[in-house]
Every structure is written in structure tokens, then in C-alpha cells.
């Protein structure tokens, strides 16, 4: 267990995070817990320093950002998209040639609040791929491996 305000890894769950198929420019959200030291002290804000992305298909994605679980809301106004991440499918690379697809996360300082109080990281997985949709289910699996550090006294 960390310290609080220490760097830590957060891993979306393969198993019931990003199981659906996505269609080639959609999208499937989620929300990430917090760790639970992070909620006991009532942390909001944080600041994301890496994301990754470990993949069954090797496709270009984006992770995208928001900061309620209202996501992708019509009104410009009342969407509260933050930030996003992309990763090109040249980028995904596989160990010996074969298995999942590991996708490095860039150096990130991204300023994140989660404002509907819900101690999450609402993201979403985009399949940016021109023609191919991401696979559903065990063949499909997906891991978002976010790493982050509380911000104290903010």
C-alpha cells in the first residue's frame, strides 16, 4: 500500500472494464475506482502521469478524459471532457512476436478533479482504427494502467 501522495498504478479491471465490441470511431466508457486509501482521505484531485494500454487487438486507440461520468454530453457546456491520449497501432508491440500488445504511456501532467465526487477516473476507450472493430470478450481483452499521484492540500 502507498503512502498517500505517492505515485500509484491503477489498473482497469479485464474481466469487466472495456468487454464490449467497439466499433471502428466509437467508444466504451467506464469509471475507475480510486484506491481506497486515496478515498478514505477524500482525495479529488490528482495529477495522471502515465497511461497505458495492454491489448489483445492491436488497433489505434485513444483514452480519453472526463471529469463526471456524464461523458461525452451534446451540450458543449455541460460536457466535461478534459484531456486525451492517443496511440497509434505501430506503437502496440507484442514480446517474441506473439500475445498481447503492450502500448507505452508517454510522460503525462495532466491536472485531473473528479467533480461529481464519485472518487473515479471516468475514462473512455476509443477504437481509432479506420476500418476494424476492437473484438469482445476474452479474445478482446483490454487493461488501462493509469499512473497517478494525489494532489495534497490542493
Do not use: C
Amino acid at each position: 500500500m502507498a503512502r498517500i501522495g505517492q505515485t500509484v498504478i491503477i489498473r482497469s479491471d479485464k474481466d469487466s472494464h472495456f468487454t464490449t465490441a467497439i466499433a471502428a470511431g466509437a467508444m466504451e466508457t467506464e469509471s475507475i475506482d480510486f484506491p481506497q486509501e486515496w478515498k478514505d482521505n477524500r482525495i479529488r484531485e490528482v495529477v495522471i502521469e502515465g497511461i497505458s494500454i495492454q491489448s489483445e487487438d492491436n488497433l489505434a486507440w485513444d483514452i480519453g478524459i472526463w471529469t463526471t461520468d456524464g461523458f461525452d454530453n451534446t451540450d458543449v457546456d455541460v460536457d466535461s471532457f478534459l484531456d486525451y491520449v492517443s496511440f497509434s497501432q505501430a506503437t502496440g508491440k507484442q514480446v517474441g512476436g506473439a500475445g498481447q500488445y503492450y502500448y507505452a504511456s508517454p510522460d503525462l501532467t495532466i491536472h485531473y478533479v473528479d467533480e461529481d465526487n464519485t472518487e473515479e477516473f471516468h475514462i473512455a476507450l476509443i477504437n481509432r482504427d479506420g476500418a476494424v472493430a476492437k473484438t469482445a470478450g476474452a479474445t478482446g481483452e483490454v487493461s488501462v494502467i493509469i499512473t497517478a499521484r494525489p494532489v495534497i492540500g490542493g
